[in-house]
């Protein structure tokens, strides 16, 4: 199992230093004038060429390249142009509140997907399993900018339950960091108002992006617990007196959810990509928001930085669900 | 005495989109303690579907009983509700399937499947795990794991104890039959209906197989119904036999007096299609003509068409029983009449 875990972890390295090549090239040779926006329209052209030097973009691409990567392996994300803060510094700042977002829509997702997907299966061709089909369908069709639109104008405008956008009042001081989580900051703090406050503000991002995952969990549940259901173990079970729930929630479950899994593993690098427009939508101070006001001032170092944590995170991800996976179905060996 | 399981004239319908088929037509069965029954006809003859409406696991609808009874120690099982039914399997009736591969759950250890079946026997009669009544939640999965072992045990798996914690998939075919068999016995039941248990198995475990449950039989005073389409496991092993074809049973009777004299023209002919030493390349008797559509059954014997001795009366109606020795039911007037003349 270990040996498994670091081989994949040495796979992925060679696929990770592609995407700083790509990411590098790419941001470097689009159109555009990065150095002339961030000095400004009254620089002279003696001042832009100095900020140039200071980047270091004066040199040849592959030397900007390896100085760049020998800085990443020391944890160096390269400077912004703009805001002239290491790109690492802003990362840890923005990183969690993002995080905090996915993980949020993503159990959101979970634990109301998989329960609704086995009862529809359970209750198949009646009316529960009718509305779950029309509501999955409805919320997988909506994107998810204009749902988070939607819901704004619903529930921050209209009925003024909740916060039309951030991550919490200004006014006040967010709880103490410990994991850049505000509601598991404000938990462990004891601090039970903060913890609400976090949570309202948190409520509408997180459907706004859970909902899309939601019902594709809902509906491959469905599939599998019915393909489930079929098996000759489960007419074994019933042939022996086992009650029907525990033949659905223990001996169908743990069978039926290791497609939903794959599925959760695509999810979250979906969300992680998702959030730009969110974020953007609610005000959401995360890595979307961050790159996307990187991306219009032509801003590269963050951009590509926030690109490589994606991709990061996105192959962890799947990393562990690919563990996960083993530990669901004894059959899986890891080779 | 009322036996283990009697069944009576039952009646079952299949609705599909072509009409109801009438799967079963007027299957009648006893079966009492430490009788093996071998319930033999071709595929698609009704013999698992008879097998399944013992435990009531046929699915309704589709399916309808159209009449008849199921009595199990005189209740008629037919007319329980869903929970009755539940503290009856695995309690009063266990069952084995086909194919142990597919028949035990992948993602658990044969332990908790085990223990848990145990538990559920347990609810409904605490003897079984032979702890005083109110025993705690710990003390009962403890006996149930005690049982489970001691269950492996019996069906010859070695080193039961340690291999309660492993997956089905680390299993052999032949054991894991066995496991699915101690899974069947570990409520007690008094009645065991296996469904071609023997089938999925290759020759030297499938004796092995029949073996071990003329074993359980004899310790435990069951009954036993065995669905098979193999006349050669049946002689092996059952001590009464019931022909079936085309949703009823055209003969019934102990073995001996059944292989020894058998009376319906289907089984004179099943039992010539049985391949032998002496026959030489092509001379095998095979059955001409196929299965009657059970949605439009022929009127009267439903042997008929394919029968060399049919005449007009049999496609009259229903074939009455005869009793042709203590035991011995043939569902057919004709033989009598030919043999008699």
Known sequence: ?335 | MTALLDIRDLHLSMHSFEGAAKVLSGVSLSVEKRQIWGLVGETGCGKSLTGLSVSRLVRTPPAEYTGGQILMDGTDVLGLSEPQMRALRGRRVGMIFQDPTTNLNPAFRIGTQLIDVALAAAKHDPAILGLEPGAGRRARKAAARKLAIAMLTEVGIPAAESRLDDYPHQFSGGMRQRVLIAMALIGRPGLLIADEPTTALDVSVQAQILTLLKQMVATHDMGVVLITHNLGVVAQTCTHVAVMYAGTIVEKGPIEAVLADPAHPYTQALLRAIPDRSVKRGQLQGLAGAVPNLIHPPPGCRFAPRCALARPSCLEGPPPVHTRAPGHAVACPVVEEVQHA
Request: glycine share 8%; aromatic share 12%.
């Open chain 1, 1 to 335: 199992m270990l040996r498994f875990i670091l081989r994949r972890i040495l796979l992925i390295l060679p696929v990770l230093i592609g995407m700083t090549i790509i990411m590098f090239v790419i941001a470097r040779v689009l159109p555009g004038d990065p150095v002339g926006l961030a000095a400004g329209p009254n620089a002279t052209r003696a001042e832009i060429e100095a900020l140039a030097r200071e980047f270091g973009l004066d040199q040849p691409l592959w030397v900007q390249y390896w100085t760049y990567l020998s800085g990443l392996v020391q944890g160096d994300f390269g400077t912004s142009l703009f805001s002239r803060r290491p790109v690492a510094t802003d990362l840890a700042a923005y990183l969690p509140a993002t995080l905090e977002l996915v993980f949020s829509a993503l159990l959101l997702a979970i634990v109301v997907g998989i329960p609704a997907g086995l009862m529809a299966a359970v209750w198949r061709n009646k009316w529960p399993d009718y509305l779950s089909n029309i509501l999955s369908v409805a919320a997988i069709s909506m994107p998810r900018f204009f749902l988070g639109l939607l819901l704004q104008l619903c529930f921050a405008m209209w009925l003024m339950w909740l916060p039309l956008g951030g991550r919490f009042p200004i006014i006040f001081d967010p709880p103490p960091g410990v994991t850049g989580f505000y509601t598991i900051d404000s938990i462990l703090a004891g601090d039970w108002e903060s913890f609400w406050t976090a949570m309202r503000y948190l409520a509408l991002p997180a459907i706004a992006m859970s909902l899309s995952p939601l019902a594709t969990i809902l509906r491959m549940m469905r599939a599998s617990t019915i393909e489930v259901m079929h098996q000759d173990y489960v007419t074994t079970a019933r042939a022996l007196g086992l009650s029907p729930r525990l033949i659905v929630f223990k001996y169908v479950l743990r069978n039926a959810i290791s497609a939903s899994l794959t599925v959760i593993g695509l999810y979250f690098g979906w969300l992680l990509g998702g959030t730009v427009l969110v974020e953007t939508v609610f005000d959401w101070p995360g890595i979307g928001l961050y790159a996307t006001s990187a991306i219009v001032s032509q801003d590269f170092m963050p951009v590509v930085s926030v690109a490589l944590v994606i991709g990061v995170l996105f192959v962890t991800a799947n990393i562990v669900i690919d563990v996960l996976y083993g530990l669901i179905n004894p059959k899986v060996r890891y080779q």
